[in-house]
């Protein structure tokens, strides 16, 4: 069986002993590949990976959403966690550990999931128009560390105090939901939990599932103690639409996109679909 193992160096928790490591866990023959900018994964997942019967990623979430826009023919896919997060390893049952994760990949069995898209691009676990893609906007603007690293879940919470102030914890409808309703801002869920901020679950949408369709949460208004309701799946006042196939959104005014945690532009529309059963990644 041939694999390629595409990596990012530039991962939050990537280093040379790591991948080495990681490569001593895996079966025997793979083909390290490593990346040198943005969109080298998805370069690398149609070309190389049409040749391979199995494909392995030590990287954090950008990565792997490149790899999933990458992948034209059916390829095992197993994901290591690499980033300061990694929520889709996570999100999938594997260590936090990437050698642990390599391990478990090595002897792992097959699970068939489901995809999202929003406007042509794939997501693996979450989509966002509004409060959590303006979020990935602002620590994305922060820039990288010296050593090419992204900022991390600190970043996250001192950006979305800061947002809450300057809007005084509140936000007010903006986004027409597809004929059920308007919300303050949109969340699209391909799986329950997952999170940016360590082993804090997020459980907006408790239903969703990556054997079944998308599940939609908006807030119809949002104050400080909603918002904290709302993330643990408890509050109310929320347009709520589980295991669907297609949604169409649109936005009063263009609104940040986000998709696996980055950041894809402003947009006015937005037309969702779930790949059910689209990709076979190893568990």
């Not at 990596?7 to 040379?16: D, G, R």
């Not at 895996?26 to 994964?41: I, R």
């Not at 309703?181 to 599932?209: E, W």
Request: glycine content about 12%; some cysteine.
């Amino acid at each position: 069986m041939s694999a390629i193992l595409i990596v990012n160096p530039f991962a939050t928790n990537v280093t040379e002993e790591r991948v080495d490591a990681v490569v001593s866990a895996l079966p025997p023959g793979v083909e390290t590949l490593h990346t040198k900018a943005s969109g080298d994964a998805t370069t690398i997942a149609r070309e190389v990976g049409k040749d391979v019967d199995t494909i392995y990623v030590f990287s954090g979430d950008g990565t792997y959403n490149e790899v999933v826009n990458g992948v034209s023919r059916d390829v095992r896919l197993g994901f290591l966690p690499g980033g300061g997060t990694s929520v889709l390893p996570r999100a999938l049952g594997l260590p936090r550990d990437p050698v642990e994760a390599a391990h478990v990949l090595a002897h792992g069995h097959t699970r068939r999931v489901s995809l999202g898209r929003v406007n042509g691009r794939r997501f693996a676990f979450n989509a966002g128009i509004g409060l959590d893609a303006e979020l990935v906007r602002r620590v994305d603007g922060l820039g990288r560390k010296p050593d090419g690293r992204r900022a991390g879940d600190v970043a996250f919470v001192r950006e979305g105090l800061k947002f809450g102030a300057a809007h005084r914890f509140r936000l007010e409808p903006t986004i027409e939901l597809g004929g059920i309703g308007r919300g303050a801002f949109a969340m699209v869920a391909n799986c329950c939990p997952y999170t940016y901020m360590g082993s804090l679950g997020l459980r907006f949408a408790p239903k969703a599932t990556f054997e079944g369709g998308l599940d939609l949460v908006a807030p119809e208004r949002v104050g400080l103690p909603s918002l904290v309701w709302w993330a643990f799946g408890q509050g109310r006042g929320h347009i709520r639409a589980h295991d669907a196939d297609r949604f169409e959104l649109r936005c009063d005014v263009p609104m940040p996109l986000q998709v696996d945690g980055e950041d894809l532009g402003d947009i006015e529309e937005a037309s969702f679909e779930a790949e059910r059963a689209a990709v076979t990644v190893i568990v």
